[in-house]
């Protein structure tokens, strides 16, 4: 699946805590392609309330790692969170428009390292890093069927694991 510049990335799946349209829980992020990596506009409210008024940061963590997740469909390279870290500059606050941004900035083997933010009116008030780490198909289809749209869709398409793990287009 090619995903052009400014297009929507397809939900990982319809039930995907971060961008699943169907979770009733999730954050239902919409991921446009910007580069090789994605952006995504997000209004957190009292459902992900931590302190009064303000996000919690476990809310925010997710939203950044889902994005991180838009970035293998854009590379096409099926890969999971190994290492997550955020460094939390400001609070988040509710009901503000946030701007989140998540591309991938080296890969090297398996690995994959990934950079994010979450910006509110230009000011960053989040940033995080994470490392990624490849797998095969079979780290997703050993527990649930992943033959149907919308996973199926992508994760079909994507590139088998060359024998030295690399592959993933467009980054370093
Ligand atoms: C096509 C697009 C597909 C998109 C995908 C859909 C995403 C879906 C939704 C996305 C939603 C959002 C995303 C989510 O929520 S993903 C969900 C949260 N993540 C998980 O559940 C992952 C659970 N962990 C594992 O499955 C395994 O531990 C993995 C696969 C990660 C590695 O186990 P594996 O046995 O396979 O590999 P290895 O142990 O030989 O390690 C390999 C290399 O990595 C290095 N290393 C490993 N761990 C760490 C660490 N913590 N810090 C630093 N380094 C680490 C390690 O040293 C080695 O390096 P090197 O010696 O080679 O140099």
Not at 2 to 31: K, V, W, Y
Not at 74 to 82: C, D, E, F
Not at 84 to 100: E, F, H, I, N
């Amino acid at each position: 699946m090619t995903i052009r510049e400014g297009q929507s990335i397809p939900p990982h799946q319809d039930n995907c805590f971060g961008c699943g349209p169907r979770n009733p829980a999730g954050l239902h992020l919409r991921m446009q392609r910007n580069g090789m990596g994605v952006v995504a506009d997000l209004v957190l409210d009292e459902r992900h309330e931590g302190a009064p008024g303000l996000a919690h940061g476990g809310v925010v963590a997710a939203a950044l790692d889902d994005l991180f997740g838009g970035v293998l469909v854009v590379l096409g390279v099926p890969a999971v969170t190994a290492n997550l870290s955020v460094d939390y500059r400001a609070p988040v606050r509710l009901g503000r428009t946030l701007t989140l941004s998540a591309t991938c900035t080296r890969s090297a083997g398996r690995k994959l390292w990934m950079h994010g933010t979450v910006t509110d009116a230009n000011a960053i008030t989040t940033e995080a890093t994470a490392l990624f780490v490849r797998v095969g198909l079979e780290h997703f289809s050993s527990h649930a069927d992943v033959a149907g749209p919308p996973f199926g869709d992508w994760i079909g398409q994507a590139r088998t694991p060359s024998p030295d793990g690399s592959g993933a287009s467009g980054v370093r």
